[in-house]
T-cell receptor, first 107, second 115 residues
């Protein structure tokens, strides 16, 4: 069965500092991986997906198949990055979410 | 209106009541989902409809009954709920459930409180 672990429930960094939100997954096949974000008073929305190899709002995520990780990174955090971040793994069809990490960027 | 719209935004109901949650999407998608979001738990998939056919029922108690009359509308009928069913219920849609990598578009959710 698919499982997603986000080990940090809360993460606080200063503006301008690097950010890394951790995500580890378990799935026996080749999964599709996503990061979703929920800003204050907004709906949950897609941030980026592995299949697109994209950088959104300065964030990137690299799939490490050996470590089964898909950590989300940004070199210089901005205050508007404060939000709830969810890692998600899709196996054959079903999308499974992690518990989420609340990121707070301090001025 | 575009996107995924859920009504009502808030709902308080007693354990003997019957109520329904509504979801509507204007994205031309063919898959629709119900998720439950509780404090201290990850998002839990409840039901999936793909091209109006139910393709997933994630061991959800029968007091939750979904209905998908067409690809744009999804309902969740509620009856004899328990206090532990209090949560945020999120509706989502995607292009096609069987298409891997297809992102979900979420509604704002219905905050349900069972008294």
């Amino acid at each position: 069965a698919q499982r997603v672990t986000q080990p940090e429930k809360l993460l606080s960094v200063f503006k301008g500092a690097p950010v890394e939100l951790k995500c580890n997954y378990s799935y026996s096949g080749s999964p599709e991986l996503f990061w979703y974000v929920q800003y204050s008073r907004q709906r949950l929305q897609l941030l980026l997906r592995h299949i697109s190899r994209e950088s959104i709002k300065g964030f990137t995520a690299d799939l490490n198949k050996g470590e089964t990780s898909f950590h989300l990174k940004k070199p210089f955090a901005q205050e508007e990055d404060s939000a709830m971040y969810y890692c998600a793994v899709q196996g054959a069809q079903k999308l499974v979410f992690g518990q989420g990490t609340r990121l707070t960027i301090n001025p | 209106e575009t996107g995924v719209t859920q009504t009502p935004r808030h709902l308080v109901m007693g354990m003997t009541n019957k109520k329904s949650l509504k979801c509507e999407q204007h994205l031309g998608h063919n898959a629709m989902y119900w998720y439950k979001q509780s404090a201290k738990k990850p998002l839990e998939l409840m039901f999936v409809y793909n091209f109006k056919e139910q393709t997933e029922n994630n061991s959800v108690p029968s007091r939750f009954s979904p209905e998908c009359p067409n690809s744009s509308h999804l309902f969740l009928h509620l009856h004899t709920l328990q206090p532990e069913d209090s949560a945020l219920y999120l509706c989502a849609s995607s292009q096609d459930y069987s298409r891997r990598g297809s992102p979900l578009h979420f509604g704002n959710g219905t905050r349900l409180t069972v008294t």
